[in-house]
């Protein structure tokens, strides 16, 4: 299980940045391992990203030490999402089916989550953000077609996309997770255009259905002090309150994003055009 801590990183310290330095410190490339449960804690907003890839048996949320708990959700929440084959969650003995793109929120109190694969030849892959919570939301789960669907952006500015709202305060209830999926429509690259930042949330960003030959230039940092991560197939950029966030693909991809924070209003943020980034 990995479990090395990420954060804290301020502003002020991204111009004596190497690349690497970057990707050490806000991109995480070996979250989803088959075989495997791994958990990254973060100091920003407590957020705990988890990954889990069952094959042949299935693979239990269990505790890291970071969080001080006898059960991972003891004093958590989690939004969950597949971005691999068919599989399911057990949860206390209840089987929840998960095709692709389906989400499901756990809530706070929830003990004995077990993940699993119909074939381990193309496994599920489960990816999961938690934060604390403060009270209890029941169990619930969203199709791959459920939400609160928004198509946004036009084919002539290349981020003509379909971005749906699942974990949200007009959707499935939940302390401090909001999280959705954005798949942005053939021919298209940008995945939002401007970018922004949120000074009271972070949000991540996992990248997923990019192709092997591709890759997305996921711009990152403050508007006059800009920097890039190069991104792969399910690799995840953390993106703190101060960093914008906004990226361009080599071709069309799609991405899990996914918040905590200060509130849960979808259109609390601050955009920043591209003519004003440096």
Request: with cysteine.
């Amino acid at each position: 299980m990995t479990t090395r801590m990420r954060g804290p990183v301020s502003a002020e310290q991204i111009p004596g940045f190497t690349q690497q330095d970057l990707r050490d410190r806000f991109l995480v490339s070996d979250l989803l391992v088959e075989g495997k449960l791994s958990a990254v804690p973060t100091h920003y907003d407590r957020i705990v990203a988890v990954g889990a890839v069952p094959t042949t048996t299935p693979i239990e949320l269990i505790p890291i030490p970071e969080i001080r708990s006898s059960f991972f959700l003891e004093h958590r929440e989690i939004g969950l999402v597949n971005v691999g084959g068919a599989g399911s969650v057990r949860v206390g003995g209840v089987e929840y089916r998960l095709e692709p793109e389906t989400v499901l929120y756990l809530g706070r109190g929830t003990r004995d989550v077990f993940f699993a694969s119909d074939v381990a030849a193309s496994p599920a892959k489960f990816y999961g953000v938690s934060a604390p919570a403060h009270t209890e939301y029941p169990i619930q789960v969203a199709g791959p077609d459920e939400g609160t669907v928004r198509e946004l952006g036009d084919q002539a500015t290349s981020n003509h996309r379909r971005l749906r709202q699942v974990i949200h305060e007009n959707g499935i209830r939940s302390c401090q997770v909001v999280m959705g999926v954005t798949r942005l429509h053939s021919g298209n690259m940008w995945n939002t255009l401007p970018s922004h930042t949120h000074e009271r949330r972070t949000e991540f960003y996992l990248y997923f259905d990019v192709a092997d030959d591709a890759r997305v230039i996921h711009l990152m940092g403050e508007p006059t002090e800009t920097r890039h991560l190069v991104v792969a197939n399910e690799e995840l950029v953390m993106s703190p309150s101060w960093s914008i966030h906004s990226g361009v693909g080599s071709r069309a991809y799609a991405f899990v994003w996914a918040m905590a924070g200060e509130n849960q209003s979808f259109d609390d943020m601050d955009h920043v055009q591209i003519t004003e980034l440096i």
